[in-house]
């Protein structure tokens, strides 16, 4: 075995069978670039644990059965920077061109059967679904006509329930209006805000690995799907899994979001990208099964 590398609690070999490891659980893969970070992130898990070294609490995260270590492995080593209204010009296109051609292809306002169903995932701690909420209260003409559904979808637990409770500070909110924070914000002190009761209860949250096929197949039909700034994260095999699964989310022609250095047609080739006037979002081509 090689000797741990200086200020890393992991040896070379100990990083190796953890990332494939964490990769076989979570189609997330590390790379030897991401070492500094893995191991701080590691070292946190060791310290809040009852183990005393990487040997002893990694071979209690395989052989346990306790999915709470795992889960806060994953909170640990998935990241959530973010904040509201960011990249703000794909909700320019989903209110400009996206949401009038899913209501065109659905027959209208007068006819539309079953609500507009949109999707953050990764959602983080809610900024983005609350966002997209926001936005479409806010500039949105046909919010009071049409039933829309809003659900954002995270595998960490801890970023999910910060997203339930929705408070948040001057970091994440430095984009968002301040009449619109005086509308749907109410202030909880030291300077941190909490969205309205209403909006919260407008979007529905969940825990998933989008690259966990069955697990995925609980998520259907979607008009929408924002999915920005993951995939970098994952492997080529990861990676195209977690498009097949987006796909099979999505109903057909439904339109899908990807970060800004994020492109489809590297890793799979059954999206249509479309190029609308604030960029390219990716189709699922109308009639496909």
Not at 6 to 30: C, M, N, Q
Not at 63 to 69: E, I, K, R, Y
């Amino acid at each position: 075995m090689s000797a741990p590398a200086t200020g890393a609690v992991l040896s070379d070999t100990d990083f190796t069978r953890f990332t494939e490891y964490f990769y076989k659980r979570t189609g997330i893969h590390f790379t030897s670039g991401k070492r500094y970070f893995v191991d701080k992130r590691i070292e946190t898990c060791i310290r809040n644990s009852t183990y005393d070294t990487f040997t002893s609490w990694f071979a209690a995260l395989r052989m346990s059965d306790n999915s709470g270590m795992l889960q806060d492995l994953i909170n640990q080593l998935t990241v959530n920077e973010t904040y509201f209204l960011r990249e703000d010009y794909q909700f320019d296109a989903m209110l400009s061109t996206v949401l009038p051609n899913v209501l065109k292809d659905r027959g209208g306002v007068s006819r539309i059967a079953g609500p507009v169903k949109i999707l953050s995932l990764p959602c983080s701690t809610g900024e983005e679904p609350y966002s997209i909420a926001l936005r479409l209260l806010e500039e949105w003409d046909q919010i009071d006509q049409v039933d829309v559904e809003i659900h954002g979808a995270d595998i960490d637990s801890e970023v999910l329930a910060k997203a339930a409770h929705a408070s948040y500070g001057e970091r994440s909110l430095q984009r968002v209006p301040k009449p619109w924070i005086a509308k749907y914000f109410n202030s909880v002190g030291t300077g941190r805000y909490q969205v309205e009761d209403g909006i919260r209860s407008a979007v529905t949250l969940h825990r998933v690995n989008v690259c966990d096929t069955p697990a995925m197949r609980a998520f259907r039909d979607f008009d929408v799907v924002f999915c920005r700034n993951v995939l970098i994260y994952f492997d080529e095999l990861s990676s195209r899994r977690a498009a097949e699964n987006l796909y099979g989310a999505m109903r057909p022609g439904g339109y899908l979001f990807l970060g800004h250095s994020e492109s489809m047609s590297r890793i799979s080739p059954i999206f249509t990208p479309t190029r609308l006037p604030e960029g390219i979002v990716y189709q699922r081509p109308t009639g496909a099964k």
